[in-house]
């Protein structure tokens, strides 16, 4: 790990129980319903920290004529107290009047939820988006509705380019007997059902880090990567030129949660999607995809769930520290022990 000459991230954990962070930066990648409970964990953790969230926007796609952004919409909404608290993403108290007009005109696609309440923060988007304004400009108009100056909060899109993720699944009535479809149509309308043949970003090469994120990285204290997908959530930004390398050359402490525990994802359907990047779907084989930074990868710390300890002899032998704990997200609370417990142990 790189020489730190930044606060220490675990001020918290080695003084009083009343003590706080000053003036310390944390940079969260995440993505997805996981990551927005596991960034709210964060700020229960260290409530006054300045955080930066670089959210996922490969899952973002074009319906009705609407630009979508599904992880920042659930991150803004979580970090509002906005968010549905049943179904984890979407407003609360919901309705579905548009959707269903939508739906009795026969316009498609009807598989993916408009609600009445979203609708608005897709059409003030995508105006501004029309108007020439970047994504980052608009995700920072769209959060003064749901946070202000004291929170300390920011949340940053991967990127300002337009990049998609689509995946490759089987088509036998197709000449090359497979077809790509969007990830929403994937995860949404075919439940993740067919087998994943391959994941791809189309426009990731292409793209930049939106305005901040580099600096976010390379200025933070500590950085954390999020139990979020590793495939279609932490994956994409991982991929935008520059951002893997902006976190292997931080002095912060980088550590990660993983979102496996005992084989399967606590959230979502990643295990659909592991194997289609050559991944086995358990907490040991995640961190070894993201690697230590000792070896080129990003990692100074890997925290798996206390049902997982068994895999710590692994990940010690390929030169990963890691440590387990209880990794269920029951609340904002449980969230923060597990955050700080892992922090403190992972960058001893």
């Excluded at 991150?75 to 959707?99: C, F, H, K, N, Q």
């Excluded at 993201?290 to 390929?318: F, K």
Aim: with cysteine; charged share 20%; aromatic share 6%.
């Amino acid at each position: 790990m790189p020489a730190r000459d930044h606060a220490d991230p675990l001020m918290l954990d080695r003084t009083a129980p009343d003590a706080r962070l000053v003036d310390v930066q944390i940079a969260v990648v995440a993505g997805g319903v996981g990551g927005s409970r596991f960034v709210r964990g964060v700020r229960h953790a260290y409530p006054d920290a300045r955080l930066t969230v670089i959210v996922n926007t490969a899952d973002d796609i074009r319906l009705h004529g609407l630009h979508i952004s599904p992880d920042l919409d659930t991150m803004m909404y979580s970090l509002g107290d906005a968010i549905d608290p049943e179904r984890g993403w979407g407003r609360a108290d919901e309705t579905w009047r548009v959707g269903a007009e939508l739906a009795a005109y026969g316009v498609e696609p009807t598989w993916f939820g408009l609600g009445d309440l979203d609708l608005a923060t897709h059409l003030v988007r995508t105006q501004m988006l029309d108007a020439g304004y970047p994504l980052s400009a608009v995700t920072q108009a769209l959060c003064t509705r749901w946070l202000t100056d004291s929170d300390h909060l920011q949340l940053l899109p991967m990127t300002d380019d337009r990049v998609e993720t689509h995946v490759v699944i089987d088509a036998p009535s197709a000449p090359s007997g497979v077809r790509a479809v969007h990830f929403q149509e994937y995860w949404v309308k075919l439940h993740a059902e067919p087998e994943a043949r391959q994941v791809l970003q189309v426009g990731i090469e292409k793209s930049r880090p939106a305005p901040g994120v580099i600096e976010a990285i390379t200025e933070a204290d500590l950085v954390l990567v999020a139990p979020s997908n590793p495939v279609v959530s932490v994956g994409p930004v991982l991929a935008v030129p520059g951002i893997r390398t902006a976190i292997i050359a931080t002095k912060a402490p980088v550590v990660g949660f993983s979102g496996i525990i005992s084989g399967a994802p606590v959230l979502g359907m990643a295990h659909r999607l592991l194997p289609a990047i050559g991944v086995d779907v358990d907490a040991a084989a995640v961190g070894l995809h993201y690697g230590s930074r000792a070896a080129g990868g990003i990692l100074d710390g890997w925290v798996i769930d206390d049902t997982d300890a068994g895999l710590l002899p692994r990940l010690a032998q390929a030169g990963l520290t890691a440590v387990s704990t209880d990794l269920i997200m029951k609340d904002p609370a449980a969230t923060s022990r597990f955050i700080q417990y892992g922090v403190k142990l992972a960058t001893e």
